[in-house]
């Protein structure tokens, strides 16, 4: 090799960019963020997982959510989705100050879900993951029904048990019901709500411009 | 006869030669490099982790911010006060038989003028003194090479306003004239600081 130490260091610059670029930068950028406090509650923001949700963002990843649905409002400036989502604020670094990873997604093949917690009850996700077209004709998220088990009514029927129309219900003396995994998504799902106000993020002032563009002094 | 320019026959290997870039694209780059510096200053927000869209400055997000001044000064006062008061006067501000008098109604603390609390606090305070009738012979350390100005302000607000306490707040001015004053070691009971004046 004539140029070996030429094509280390070649090498080594080439390595040294992409570190700084996407491991120092970000850590210095956002590495050291505390918990911010909460505008209403004066408590800290945001809480860890809470029950269950902590093992509903495995289900999340592990059905490929993330490769059709994002979680990220962006602020007026760059697009509909405050209005799209019925979001109060845009997303923060914040927001995902305990997730691990952050699944922001990079598709929008489907809704944002990062303020789905609102907009949805428990049983209401659960059906939208069994069959998405009942409450959405035309959709094409596929249906999720290996996360659910249809069983045998052995005494009484579970609470847990969807309501469905006749042409999906179970056959007679049979009830479908969520897994433990359903349930982990659904409750990741309904975790999903970004609707607090943060000292970091307060409400803007109520008679702000329609614009992004700074406010002249 | 031989042409300067490269072959062009069939099945000749391509050549390349040199030719320089217009000016203009030069130019053009150059703008928008400009451009795009000032479009990063105008709403980057520095990068800071603190500012989000649609606040461009820190000063925009505090400025939006319900929090007012005197709350921010009360969470300071607070956390300060439970740092290091409130291993002796309790986080009641009652005091403690044997560690220090109470805070709670106490006439020095609701002094309309909060100088001579601020000489006490600051200064250290050993000997007798009278709080809500009771003698008191205890000895309080000196704070003021451990807060600064506005953190001193801010614990002193805070005893003065917490646990219906009602008197004016301390400003952090008041304090920088005490420090200014210094006093060599600390105030020699309730008569030496019943002899300052009560406002600065």
């Known amino acids: ?217 | 006869m031989k042409s300067p320019e490269p072959s062009r026959e069939p099945g000749a290997e391509p050549t390349a030669g040199f030719a320089t870039v217009p000016i203009c694209l030069v130019l053009a780059l150059g703008a928008l490099c400009y451009w795009g510096e000032f479009y990063l200053d105008r709403n980057s927000g520095s990068f800071d982790e603190h500012i989000y869209a649609p606040f461009h400055t820190w000063d925009e997000v505090v400025a939006n911010n319900p929090v007012s001044e005197e709350q921010v000064q009360y969470n300071l006062g607070k956390l300060k006060f439970h740092q290091t008061c409130e291993l002796c006067h309790q986080a009641t501000g009652l005091g403690q038989d044997g560690k220090a008098p109470p805070l709670v109604g106490s006439e020095w603390v609701l002094a309309p003028g909060p100088n001579r609390i601020a000489h006490a606090v600051m200064n250290g305070l050993t000997g007798p003194i009278t709080v809500k009738g009771t003698a008191w012979n205890l000895t309080m350390p000196a704070w003021k090479d451990n807060f600064t100005d506005k953190e001193m302000a801010a614990i002193l607000t805070y005893i003065r306003s917490e646990w219906g306490n009602k008197a004016p707040a301390v400003k952090a001015d008041l304090i920088k004239k005490v420090r200014a004053e210094p006093h060599p070691g600390p105030m020699a009971g309730g008569d030496e600081l019943s002899k300052l004046p009560e406002n600065l």
């Open chain 1, 1 to 217: 090799m004539n140029s070996g130490p030429l094509l280390f260091l070649g090498l080594l610059f080439t390595m040294a960019c992409s570190w700084l670029t996407f491991v120092m930068g970000p850590q210095l950028q956002v590495g050291r963020m505390q918990p911010a406090t909460n505008l209403v509650s004066q408590e800290l923001y945001p809480n860890p997982y809470e029950g269950v949700s902590g093992q509903g963002s495995q289900v999340y990843r592990a059905n490929g959510c993330v490769s059709c649905h994002s979680q990220q409002i962006r602020a007026k400036s760059f697009g509909p989705d405050m209005a799209h989502y019925l979001a109060i604020r845009p997303s923060t670094a914040y927001d995902y100050l305990y997730d691990q990873p952050v699944l922001l997604g990079d598709q929008r093949i489907g809704p944002d879900l990062a303020a789905v917690g609102l907009h949805f009850d428990r049983a209401g996700l659960l059906q939208k993951l069994y069959e998405p077209r009942l409450s959405a004709p035309g959709s094409v998220m596929p249906s999720y029904r290996y996360l659910f088990e249809t069983r045998k009514i052995t005494f009484a029927p579970s609470t847990n048990a969807l309501a469905l129309p006749p042409q999906l219900a179970a056959p007679a003396g049979y009830e479908v019901v969520p897994t433990p995994a359903a349930e982990e998504l659904a409750g990741y799902l309904l975790s999903r709500r970004q609707n607090v106000f943060i000292y970091f993020a307060p409400p803007p002032p109520t008679n702000a411009p329609a614009t992004n563009a700074p406010v002249k002094k």
